[in-house]
């Protein structure tokens, strides 16, 4: 199906920024290059970062975080662990500065963005542990960075959505460390999607930018030899979690032509069946990745209602 002329038209540009590729015709050093010249056109961070390396708790190396420390620091607040999208092979936190140094900027908390092992060379469950190593590290740096550790937030877009998502499974079901909200944007979540198994039959998503050939790459990649078929499951495709009971609130924002879009909406509506509070978004004429235009008024409105959640979900006890 042609969807272009369903795209929003102020956002429409950014189609030809992110040309079609074929992922498994390139050499995954090539695909990283060429995403990397594409990101180039992100807005410099708000906020320098620091670098620095934090050690697993699974056994395996450093992990590199680039840590936000607003101006001003709100009393009572907490910090926010985020997750760089790429669909689980391209992408890095030097690459995606704009997005945490906003968040921190904005809450007037901590951020730190964590630099995930990427797939296919390290498949599931590499990056969750990654995640959840820079998670634990996070809530122990509480005094030291000067915030409340039970106001932890995880957010990430895309890929690191889908990361965010199954982090909060994966620290549930091994007892923390506590996290107090989900900042959930167009989140990769049902390795499902685009695939034979696929629950979802919707023609007018996923024909720009992330397309189901690049997601059946991506989650095959993620993969590796995992069956899926273990109480694991959710932490690498969330999805497929049997329980989504006793996470924390969720914020979630997706476009309505999204490749992600029917699969976001599904996990917004098992959430609330599970008794998980969730705040639900969905923009008409949004593509994946839409606000990377971001002066385009959808892309305004999304980054005003995400940076509201990030303050309320993370900002003081106060709001």
Known sequence: MDTRHLVDREIAPIIDLFPRVDLDAAPIAQIRAKAAETYSFLPPPVIAPERLFVPSIHGGPDIMVFLYRPAETRAGGGAILHIHGGGMVMGSVAQMQA?????????????????????????????????HSALTWLSGQAETLGFDANRIVVAGESAGGGLAAALAIMARDLGGPAIAGQLLTYPMLDCRTGGDACPYDNPATGEFIWTRASNRFGWRALRGSYKADDERRGWFSPSLAGDLAGLPPAYIATGSLDLFFDENLDYARRLVAAGVPVDLHSYAGAIHAFNAIPDAALSQRFNGGLLAAAAMMAGSAGG
């Open 99 to 131: 997005g945490p140094a906003a968040l921190a900027a904005a809450a007037g908390v901590p951020v730190a963005s964590v630099e995930y092992r990427l797939a296919p060379e390290h498949p599931f469950p590499a990056p969750q542990e990654d995640c």
